[in-house]
Nanobody, 126 residues
Framework: QVQLVESGGGLVQAGGSLRLSCVAS????????MGWFRQAPGKEREFVAS????????YYADSVKGRFTISRDNAKNTVYLQMNSLKAEDTAAYYC???????????????????WGQGTQVTVSS
């Protein structure tokens, strides 16, 4: 069993930065693929980024490539999402998730994740 708690969301101006954190409890964190997803009002939840358990491999959505960076610290049971050059369209609730097996063919799909956090709101003002 893994429990996930996100933090770090808030209100920021366009062009600014935020760093989200997701702290996991559970003994399997260090072996789990971790991912970040987001859901804007009236839209479906979408993939943002994922990272292999070792931290050596990552995937990003095209919309955030070059602006967002996912990382993890297994000693702290924490995964991060550094978000730079934020845009109004990045406004959403951001969720971290854990669980799937890593694949070199592409990022895991949402339904492959076993555990989800409650989310943290990011609002970017233009």
């Amino acid at each position: 069993q893994v429990q996930l708690v996100e933090s770090g969301g808030g209100l920021v101006q366009a062009g600014g930065s935020l760093r989200l954190s997701c702290v996991a409890s559970g003994r399997t964190f260090s072996r789990s693929t971790m991912g970040w997803f987001r859901q804007a009002p009236g839209k479906e939840r979408e993939f943002v980024a994922s990272i292999r358990w070792s931290g050596g491999s990552t995937y990003y959505a095209d919309s955030v490539k070059g602006r967002f960076t996912i990382s993890r610290d297994n000693a702290k049971n924490t995964v991060y999402l550094q978000m730079n050059s934020l845009k109004a369209e990045d406004t959403a609730a951001y969720y971290c998730a854990a669980g799937p097996v890593w694949s070199s063919s592409g990022p895991p799909k949402q339904d492959e994740y076993d555990y989800w956090g409650q989310g943290t709101q990011v609002t970017v003002s233009s």
